[in-house]
Nanobody, 125 residues
Framework: QVQLVDSGGGLVQAGGSLRLSCAAS????????MGWFRQAPGKEREVVAA????????YYADSVKGRFTISRDNAKNTVHLQMNSLKPEDSAVYYC??????????????????WGQGTQVTVSS
């Protein structure tokens, strides 16, 4: 089993920044990739960013490219999402997720097995 604990959400004004963190634990923690998804009220959960654990290859949704940066610390089993130039439409619950199998498509929820509890991000206009 793998446990993921998300943190770092909060309320910020448009144009501001937040840094989300995800701490992973568990004896079997050996991910292929880690990712961040978000879900706004009435909308489906969507991918924000993903990173492969060994090679560090990254993926970003078009809506966040140039504003968000995903990174990982292999030694500490953590992944971060630095969010800059935040917009009201970025408001959502953000979920950290862990995939353990090699996948070519990291944009789908089905690529991931474990999920954090979520952290709320609210961007005011």
């Amino acid at each position: 089993q793998v446990q993921l604990v998300d943190s770092g959400g909060g309320l910020v004004q448009a144009g501001g920044s937040l840094r989300l963190s995800c701490a992973a634990s568990g004896r079997t923690f050996s991910p292929y990739a880690m990712g961040w998804f978000r879900q706004a009220p009435g909308k489906e959960r969507e991918v924000v960013a993903a990173i492969t654990w060994s090679g560090g290859s990254t993926y970003y949704a078009d809506s966040v490219k140039g504003r968000f940066t995903i990174s990982r610390d292999n030694a500490k089993n953590t992944v971060h999402l630095q969010m800059n130039s935040l917009k009201p439409e970025d408001s959502a619950v953000y979920y950290c997720t862990c995939g353990i199998y090699r996948r070519t498509d990291l944009t789908t929820r089905h690529a991931y097995k474990y999920w954090g509890q979520g952290t709320q991000v609210t961007v005011s206009s």
